[in-house]
């Protein structure tokens, strides 16, 4: 079955600690992009990547990088100075192109102990 | 820059009551809409979408018309049910210069149907 898987489902972390979500595709998308959502609120974008070996920072990327060496995988760290990281995390990704819809995981809630 | 705006929920419904979640968006271009649901833990899947004025997505029950006078795309239903309780986002796509098709989303709406 094709589709996106993002691991782990749930992740807890202590303040000070780095850690990465996983996000892989066997869907050949081009594109792949990171979410944010807070409760009762909608999605913003955190980075997104067009192609392979590149990718560009969206409208909250402080506080995270992300890596794109393969096609289909493109992993998102939550690093230590992103202030404020309990989240759900989704990740999504579409074919390049104008009203192509985005396919999203399963998401992963990470919580801040 | 673009944006989208959805009526704030929650919205409450009897079964077989009529739905309707108003969206209008703000857009330099000429947009595709789409409506995601997202069930309780889950990531979010597309329901609908249209992809220029005077358009009408369906999937479901669910229609939505692409307006473009009123920029608005609502999403009707004529007789929820109880497994149609979700957050539904309402989002507008348009091309951008060097970083393709980029997603811009309302804020979501929760719809609770009571039996």
């Known amino acids: 079955d094709g589709g996106i898987t993002q691991s782990p489902k749930y992740l807890f972390r202590k303040e000070g600690q780095n850690v990465t979500l996983s996000c892989e595709q066997n869907?050949?998308?081009?594109?792949m992009y990171w979410y944010r959502q807070d409760p009762g609120q909608g999605l913003r974008l955190i980075y997104y990547s067009q192609i392979v070996n590149d990718f560009q920072k969206g409208d909250i990327a402080e506080g995270y990088s992300v890596s794109r060496e393969k096609k289909e995988s493109f992993p998102l760290t939550v690093t230590s100075a992103q202030k404020n990281p309990t989240a759900f995390y989704l990740c999504a990704s579409n074919v390049a192109g104008f009203d192509n819809e985005q396919f999203f995981g399963p998401g992963t809630r990470l919580t801040v102990l | 820059g673009d944006s989208v705006t959805q009526m704030e929920g929650p919205v409450t419904l009897s079964e077989e009551a009529f739905l309707t979640i108003n969206c209008t968006y703000t857009a330099t271009g000429y947009p595709s809409l789409f409506w995601y649901v997202q069930y309780p833990g889950e990531g979010l899947q597309l329901l609908l979408k249209?992809?220029?004025?005077?358009d009408k997505g369906s999937n479901k029950g669910f229609e939505a018309t692409y307006r473009k006078e009123t920029t608005s795309f609502h999403l009707e239903k004529g007789s929820v049910q109880v497994s149609d309780s979700a957050v539904y986002f309402c989002?507008?796509?348009?091309?951008?210069?060097?970083?393709?098709?980029?997603?811009?989303f309302g804020g979501g709406t929760r719809l609770m149907v009571k039996p």
């Open positions: 989002a507008l796509s348009e091309r951008r210069r060097n970083a393709g098709n980029m997603l811009t």
């Open positions: 249209a992809t220029k004025a005077d």
């Open positions: 869907l050949n998308h081009d594109a």
